[in-house]
């Protein structure tokens, strides 16, 4: 008696994974405009349509003015009253009313980032130093190495200032303080260079917690 084929066995379905592994595996959420495939965070960032209406409204006029929407806001999404803190604190420190030129606490910024290594700021910050200054190669030289820029006396001693505070800022003395007071700057204006220097350093270090990674139309702006 002839003896039945043998049934073929189920194919096996792959276990679902769960908890960290899917995560690891699951398509990226809420890249930035500029950066496929990229997410702006390696925390949850929200979309769009959960966003408070305020933050929403904020994000669209970004697009309307930049042409994108900072992947660091988009990071920071994540804590929506910390959004609005970390907004209220950068317009006010780097685009309020300063003795301090807008490009000079950019320039500030960018080489805080360079002694930070921090990638970020210093593609975002490079980028509003050649905007302000309409000089690629200061930019450039900023985030390579800011020792080799042509720079004015009162722009190398706000510099030099920046990197100490920031590398080593336990060295920092009265002497390094009357150098900025002899280069021209007041007290008003030593105190948004500490400012602005200690305020990159806590963003530069948000920045490497979270992996921020650009928006990628930062790298062709203002060449």
Request: charged share 25%; hydrophobic share 40%; proline share 6%.
């Amino acid at each position: 008696m002839a003896k039945a084929p043998a049934k073929k066995s189920a194919a096996r379905k792959p276990a679902r994974r769960t908890g960290k592994a899917a995560a690891k595996t699951a398509a990226p959420q809420g890249a930035p405009k500029g950066a496929p495939g990229r997410p702006a965070s390696n925390l949850p960032v929200p979309t769009r349509g959960r966003l408070d209406p305020d933050l929403k409204k904020y994000f669209e006029i970004c697009e309307e003015k930049l042409g994108l929407v900072p992947a660091v806001l988009e990071a920071y999404a994540y804590k929506p009253q910390r959004l609005r803190n970390f907004m209220a604190a950068y317009n006010d420190l780097m685009l309020g009313e300063s003795g301090l030129s807008k490009l000079e606490r950019e320039m500030i910024a960018v080489v805080v980032s360079c002694c930070n290594r921090c990638y970020y700021c210093l593609v975002a910050h490079g980028q509003a130093v050649r905007q302000y200054s309409g000089d690629p190669t200061l930019g450039e030289a900023l985030v390579m190495n800011y020792r080799v820029a042509r720079l004015s006396e009162r722009h190398r001693a706000m510099l030099d200032f920046a990197w100490k505070m920031t590398a080593t800022p336990f060295d920092v003395n009265e002497a390094d303080r009357q150098r900025l007071r002899d280069a021209g700057f007041d007290d008003s204006d030593l105190f948004d260079i500490y400012e602005v220097t200690a305020f990159f350093n806590y963003t530069n270090r948000m920045a490497h917690g979270m992996e921020m990674m650009p928006n990628l139309e930062y790298h062709a702006k203002s060449r």
